[in-house]
């Protein structure tokens, strides 16, 4: 299920999505909404929280759950094209000497799960849906610089971003209110501008 969260300046896509331990396909569906449905993202922008809320409702005819729920909550910016730089020492100076362009990446991204991801769907699956960091497809724009190279950059581009807030992963960080009603709060940082207005 998506929803949009609207703002002056950018839009942020929200993503649910919702497991069952219990292997038998459940009649459920998962009816959500966010606390605020328009953020504005201005030049004072001094950051902000949503809240996403929801329920995993059943028809009358479904059996009861057997088995643990999991959610995961994705929240995305838009795509936007980013140049990570490394400096080296050239002449006593640090420079930036070799930079990696990565196209198409979410100017903001943070994951919320009920347990930690790889608990909750196979890594082929959350590869698939790019679900969690590690599993964000950074493609970069006309490299040909050795795999060693290119894992450096995308290591450092992962860490400036959430050096930053911009990205985040975590998980038990999705309460229930009550068997089928949950929450969880997701930190829109100062910084978000930033990677609106690059």
Known sequence: MRLALQSLTTLLTVTLIAFSAAAPALAEKLVSAVSSSRVAITSNFTGTEILVYGEIARDAETVSRTGNQDVVVVVEGPLERVTTWRKDRILG???NATSQTYIAVPSFYAVHA???LRN???EDWLKQY???LENLPLAALGTRAPATERKAF???FLRDRVQHGLYSQMSKSINFLSPTLFSTTVD???TIRLATTR
């Open 93 to 95: 100076l640090w420079i």
């Open 154 to 156: 995308k290591e450092a």
């Open 188 to 190: 829109l940082p100062a």
């Open 130 to 132: 790019r679900i969690g």
């Open 120 to 122: 909750i769907a196979s």
């Open 114 to 116: 009920t347990d930690d």
